[in-house]
Structure formats: C-alpha cells, structure tokens
C-alpha cells in the first residue's frame, strides 16, 4: 500500500479515493519502517533538523520550519527529550546512552511528520518494545488519527487496550484474509459465525483460539 515492496510477485492495484495513485499519493504521505536508522551521537532536534532539510520545500522559512519542529516534537511527547542524544552502541563497543525504545519509535514517527502527511504508514510500531511504550506510541497514533491523520499500521499481537484503539481492522494468517471490519465485531465473526472457541485472561485480552 504504501509503495516500498518492489520484489516478488504483486497484483492488483491500490485506489486513493477510488482513483489510481499518482505523484500525489507520494506527497501526502508517509512511512515510518520497523527499524529506526538514526546517527546515535545527535540529539532528537539534531534528527529533525536533518530531516526537516530533506523533505521540507525550500519555500519554507526558517521560522515555520522551526515552529513545525517544536509542534511535532510536542505532539509526539519529545520536547523534553529534545536535547537528549538518540543513543545506540557505536562501532567498537561504546555505548551512548540515550532515548528509550518507545521514544526512539515515536522520533521515528516524528520524523515522518514533519511534511504533514495526510496519510502515515507504519510497519510494526509496537514491535521491540515493552507494554507501557507500545500503549504510548499508539495513543500518540490514535491523537493524529484525531487530528485528520489516516494511520495504517500492521501489529502483531496487540494487547486489548491497543486493539480497541483501532477503528478498523484487517486480521491477515499466512496472506489470506481472515477478518475485516469494526475490532469490536471481530469476536462475534469468529466465534458465532466460525465456531471457534476462546479464553479469556485477566486483561480482557482473547488467547487460545
């Protein structure tokens, strides 16, 4: 969907607003990959400067450019990490200690704000990180899909309360379609519909099916 594979077999199309996409379809939008690919030694500002430069018009003044930093920054609860370094082990063995797993995931999403997509593709967000900074990271997902933002984000085994967040759903097994619709009529299809069986933990969160 969002036009990154260019290997293996593809078919079909892809339709934006029931048209073909063209130039525009890469202009309005974003992807944010699995794996963040930062320098470690420059802080979250440093990241966003580089980034701002290279997908920013030169038509954008310095102070807009500056402004729209500091809001993305905000947005995404950096702006208190903004001077902090992203952090990663350097050839060699050194360690730069640095931003958290779920605020190196959500500089990565800044990153892909900073032209104001109108659509955000995002490869396994919460992949990598503990419960607390997957919940993180995806309410900040849910606040841009607030603000006019379309998010489509591919989870594997999200919890309960990231589940509900979603207002619509594709459950894919081995590239077939299983399900697709509301998340909160997805119990009902595979159980009343399909006959499977479940249980239910304590979190409210559905395993062994």
């Not at 690919?37 to 450019?65: G, Q």
């Not at 919460?126 to 997902?141: K, R």
Request: glycine fraction near 10%.
């Amino acid at each position: 969907l969002a036009g990154r594979k260019a290997v293996g077999r593809l078919g079909g199309g892809v339709l934006m607003n029931g048209r073909p996409c063209g130039t525009l379809f890469k202009r309005i939008s974003a992807y944010v990959a699995q794996e963040d690919v930062f320098v470690p030694t420059m802080t979250s500002w440093e990241t966003l400067v580089f980034h701002a430069t290279l997908t920013l018009p030169k038509a954008v003044s310095h102070e807009e450019r500056q402004s729209r930093m500091e809001d993305v920054l905000r947005t995404m609860g950096l702006w208190r990490a903004r001077g902090t370094q992203v952090g990663r082990a350097l050839p060699g063995g050194i360690l730069v200690r640095g931003l958290s797993g779920g605020e190196k995931r959500r500089l990565s999403i800044a990153c892909a704000l900073i032209a104001s997509p109108s659509i955000i593709f995002m490869d396994e967000p919460t992949t990598g990180l503990d419960s607390f900074a997957a919940l993180n990271v995806m309410d900040h997902m849910r606040d841009l899909a607030a603000m006019g933002h379309t998010v489509v984000a591919s989870v594997h085994q999200p919890r309960a309360a990231i589940w509900d967040m979603f207002h619509k759903v594709c459950v894919l097994s081995e590239g077939y379609q299983l399900y697709c619709g509301r998340p909160d009529r997805a119990l009902a299809w595979f159980c009343d519909a399909l006959g499977y069986e479940y249980d239910l933990i304590r979190d409210g969160a559905v395993s062994d099916w």
